[in-house]
């Protein structure tokens, strides 16, 4: 009878669960290898194990397809097999999967190891992305300088990965075919399980796009009043290398001279941080101190001791920032190559935000150890990060100090937190936009670039340095691009960390609407156990329920909405609006009249 063969089910999902855990774990195991340590021989090591794996997948698929889990009365039984049914890309024939796996590696070695030459002295061409490169964007006020650096890194690590990518586009959408997905964006959106969440994106841009028009006409001034009008138009987009970051992602960089009131006292985090001798362990133990303050889970031992934060000296490593779960219960680690300045104190809490999840999901079935949806494990610590970089944290702990808020200061401090959050938006969603475009064949490897770039002219306001064509692949020249990582997840993170956080300070007693002591952009939740509780009770849900629980959870709302954004940046809004029509400037912009198609 049924209640039998569901208590078979039952057992044999268990047993699947636990063999998954020591292939998960021998697959980070080798991935890990690999990453920290790039060789021909680690790469070949990892194809290797990744093949020899997939045979296991295969046959345990194979088996799994024998129950009617589909009829199955227990919601969370029928959850797991309905998970396991779903093979990836192990479903393609041996030889095409390990040219997937060739072309993937292939573009990530070339991302993690390209180089640049310095622009004085172009016979020093050992320039990497980090810290390097990075450094350059941060630094530099010369649009020469800055220009030259954006056509190398591009040429480097973009056009070079364009014969990989379109090798990869073709064999992930055999796989995606195979797993019963019309192409590799149905599969990507298919993680979020709402049939509308395409539409859901857009809406969300509908919402959030006048806040952007607002700030990027404002920013579009002050760039002009500083480099002419020669480089920055008065109704153009703005040209992609002036914004302080080499994918103009996140505008932090220049801060210091476009703030709205330039005579308040000058806050540079990075500087106290290193005049106070921070390093890149103290910024971690740091992270960790916040979330025990939380009462939730501490870095256990072998975090410390097999995590790597800080770039080595005698290898080539993939840089990129990530964490990473062992899935036994106790291995976690980070790799990343930290430099001690405030964007990276974001990012060390940004990874420890996962390894967090990590931690109290531990003790779910492998099958659930994953983020309510991928947006979900980026917004985690980017939560914690939003009370981190409050003004009263930053008091708290030494990295401020002196004067009280007034409102100048206050629209300043937006204004800080506005050019990371508000303009990361239309770029994040340019790049699985273009990617969606390409998967589905709407976009083919004849107009990539030029797809590319009509989106960022489109919807992001930004234009190439110089003219594009399609010997360029300037996508690329973005790590997740180069490392297949699907990026949707961060557009979507920096929408609903704002409801968690919205959240999470009215349970800290930090946040009371229409309180004007208790404001959203004061809140810092540090301390509080009542937030970390209830924090802690979302994240242990894992994947185990479809993400609108684990919103309604925390938020009590069921859907990702933009509500929480514009409230916190409200008052910056009205104040960029008034600004714009003081100045006159133009909000949006024309098409560019830069060649890129
Ligand atoms: C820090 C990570 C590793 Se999950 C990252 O890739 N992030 C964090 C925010 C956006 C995105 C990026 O750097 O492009
Ligand atoms: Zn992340």
């Not at 242990?540 to 909405?561: F, H, V, Y």
Request: aromatic share 12%.
């Amino acid at each position: 009878d049924l209640e039998a063969l569901e208590q078979e089910g039952r057992e044999y999902i268990a047993q699947l669960d636990r063999a998954a855990g020591a292939r998960k774990n021998r697959a980070s195991l080798v991935e890990w290898a690999y990453t920290s340590n790039i060789t021909e021989a680690n790469e070949e090591q990892r194809i290797q194990v990744q093949l020899e794996l997939s045979k296991q997948e295969k046959q345990a698929w194979s088996e799994t397809k024998m129950y009617r889990w589909q009829d199955f009365q227990d919601f969370t039984l029928r959850r797991m097999f309905k998970k396991y049914s779903q093979l990836g890309v192990a479903a393609l024939p041996d030889e095409k999967y390990k040219l997937l796996m060739q072309s993937v590696s292939g573009m990530e070695s070339n991302y993690a190891t390209s180089k640049i030459c310095d622009y004085k002295n172009t016979t020093k061409c050992d320039l990497s992305l980090e810290p390097e490169i990075t450094e350059i964007f941060a630094k530099s006020q010369d649009p020469e300088e800055l220009k030259n650096a954006w056509v190398q890194w591009h040429a480097a690590a973009g056009a070079r990965a364009r014969q990989n990518f379109s090798q990869y586009v073709q064999l992930d959408n055999e796989a995606a075919q195979l797993n019963g997905f019309k192409d590799v964006a149905d599969w990507w959106l298919s993680e979020y399980e709402v049939p509308d969440f395409e539409q859901q994106l857009a809406k969300l841009w509908e919402d959030v796009k006048p806040l952007y028009q607002e700030l990027h006409a404002y920013v579009r001034k002050r760039l002009r009043d500083k480099y002419g009008e020669h480089v920055v138009s008065a109704k153009g987009p703005i040209p992609a290398h002036l914004l302080g970051n080499m994918w103009a992602q996140t505008w932090n960089n220049i801060e210091s001279f476009t703030r709205p009131y330039p005579d308040k006292k000058e806050i540079d985090i990075t500087k106290t941080m290193k005049d106070k001798n921070y390093t890149p362990l103290k910024m971690f133990q740091m992270s960790d101190e916040f979330f025990r303050s939380l009462n939730l889970t501490a870095m256990p031992e072998k975090f410390w001791k097999n995590s790597i934060i800080e770039k080595p000296t005698d290898r080539e490593i993939v840089c990129h920032a990530s964490a990473w779960d062992f899935y036994d219960g106790e291995d976690f680690r980070i790799k990343m190559c930290t430099t001690v300045n405030m964007e990276h104190l974001r990012v060390v809490h940004h990874e420890m935000g996962h390894v967090q999840y990590y931690l109290q999901y531990r003790d779910k079935p492998v099958i659930f150890r994953a983020g309510a949806n991928p947006g979900f494990h980026e917004a985690v610590g980017d939560t914690i990060a939003l009370s981190v970089s409050s003004p009263k944290h930053l008091r708290r702990v030494g990295l401020i100090s002196g004067d009280a808020e007034d409102e100048q200061t206050e629209i300043n401090q937006l204004y800080k937190m506005g050019i990371d959050k508000i303009v990361f938006l239309p770029f994040a969603y340019v790049l699985d936009l273009f990617r969606y475009s390409v998967f589905r064949g709407t976009t083919t490897p004849e107009d990539y670039n030029c797809h590319y770039w009509r989106l960022r002219d489109e919807l992001q306001g930004v234009e190439p340095p110089v003219n594009r064509t399609e010997e360029d692949f300037d996508a690329a020249a973005k790590y997740h691009v180069s490392a297949d990582v699907e990026y949707a997840r961060y557009y979507v993170s920096f929408i609903i960390q704002f409801q968690f956080h919205r959240a999470l300070c009215q349970l800290a007693g930090e946040y009371v609407p229409e309180d004007l002591t208790k404001k959203l952009v004061d809140c810092d939740i540090y301390q509080s156990v009542n937030a970390g509780n209830a924090l802690s009770n979302m994240l242990k849900m894992g994947s185990s329920k479809p993400w609108p629980d684990a919103m309604e959870a925390l938020t009590g709302q069921r859907a990702m909405r933009a509500d929480g954004l514009l409230e916190y940046f409200r008052p910056l809004q009205e104040w960029l609006h008034a600004e714009n029509q003081r100045t006159g400037e133009y909000i949006g912009w024309e098409p560019s009249k830069m060649q890129y198609c």
